[in-house]
């Protein structure tokens, strides 16, 4: 599975945004969310936006229009079952019951 996140970056701010890219998506792929666990491994590409991204966004930032899109790929599994494929929650809750008594059942 390749993992897959973006953010917009204004042009003077795109190192910042593929580190904060590349922390993302190695702490999605890493049992205890570390953020250097996968960093050199997640691949970085730069697109401009396409064109259905809200206008009102691109200009909030970056009213010259010459950011760009930056794309994170990483060749991992996320780790928490919610971001996989074909999770549901009601299957999540049945495989997985609380182990804390709730209010309702509580005398």
């Keep these: 599975m390749t993992l897959t996140y973006s953010k917009w970056s204004p042009p003077d701010a795109v190192p910042e945004v593929e580190k904060h890219v590349r922390a993302h998506l190695s702490a999605v792929a890493a049992p205890d969310d570390d953020e250097a666990a996968h960093f050199d491994e997640v691949r970085i590409r ?47 809750i049945a495989a997985n019951p609380l182990t804390v008594e709730s209010i309702e059942e509580q005398p």
């Design 46 to 92: 730069h697109e401009d936006p396409p064109a259905d991204v809200d206008e009102a966004r691109i200009r909030h930032d970056d009213p010259d229009g010459e950011g760009v899109l930056v794309i994170g790929e990483l060749d991992a599994e996320p780790v928490a079952s919610y971001l996989r494929a074909g999770f549901t929650p009601e299957q999540d």
